[in-house]
């Protein structure tokens, strides 16, 4: 199972390897129920920073497609503008 339902309010969530952290989904992700080979839209952009780092924030910014993650360009760790499978939960 690539994707799992935290809750009816906080909606799914998945792991992400750029981040290595999960990102979950709000109300207004539409996500096609296979848990397989998930397709969640919008895409995905976050900002962070780690615990004790500094400024600039980190970017992950990601589409979910038939159980890919595809990074896109302004991502900034080491997946930017590559495609991968999901990994399972």
Same mark, same amino acid.
């Given at each position: +199972?690539? *994707?799992? #339902?935290?809750?009816?309010?906080? !909606?799914?969530?998945? @792991?992400?390897? $750029?981040?290595?952290?999960?990102?979950?989904?709000? #109300?207004?992700?539409?996500?096609? !129920?296979?848990?397989?080979?998930p397709?969640?839209?919008?895409?995905?952009?976050?900002?962070?920073? #780690?615990? !004790?780092?500094?400024l600039?924030?980190?970017?992950?910014?990601? @589409?979910?497609?038939? $159980? #890919? *993650? *595809?990074?896109?360009?302004d991502?900034?760790?080491k @997946?930017? !503008?590559?495609?991968?499978? +999901?990994?399972?939960l």
């Amino acid at each position: +199972m690539k *994707i799992d #339902k935290v809750n009816e309010e906080t !909606g799914w969530y998945f @792991f992400c390897p $750029g981040c290595n952290t999960h990102h979950s989904t709000k #109300k207004r992700w539409t996500f096609n !129920g296979n848990l397989e080979f998930p397709t969640i839209t919008p895409s995905f952009h976050t900002r962070y920073t #780690k615990t !004790g780092e500094q400024l600039p924030y980190k970017v992950c910014h990601l @589409f979910v497609t038939d $159980g #890919k *993650i *595809i990074y896109l360009n302004d991502s900034t760790h080491k @997946f930017s !503008g590559q495609t991968i499978e +999901m990994v399972d939960l």
